[in-house]
């Protein structure tokens, strides 16, 4: 996808702060934090949202053990840490390449907590 921001990351045509790379899955940081730890993970494989990921259920996979491997590796699992993802206007996607949030590294707040 040529005029997907996220795409672009992958390719190294726009910078960006790698935190982990395998050969499907992409993790960097989040240009704009909501938390002291807040990373965004990403399939090399262009999808538009997790419906469209869900048609090809070994990128979920892909994409889960990359978060959870790098979250024990990089000392998040201890206190925990929070997996998000938005489809469309409601949950206020912006960028339309699947992408999760992983969040941690102070107590964060909402949903419930
Ligand atoms: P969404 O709102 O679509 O779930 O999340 C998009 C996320 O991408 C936002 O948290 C936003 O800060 C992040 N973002 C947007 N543009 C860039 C960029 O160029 N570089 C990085 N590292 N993050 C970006
Ligand atoms: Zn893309």
Redo the contacts with the bound molecule.
Sequence with gaps: MQEC?FCK?IAGE?P??KVYEDENVYA?????P?AKIHW?FIHKKHTENISAMSQDPQQITDIFQAITRVAQEKGLESDGYRVVT?LGPNA????FHT?F?VLGGEKLKGFGA
């Excluded at 206020?92 to 960028?95: E, H, I, K």
């Design positions: 921001l990351i726009i960006s702060k960097f940081e989040d240009i704009s909501m965004l938005n206020g996607q912006t960028v992408h949030h």
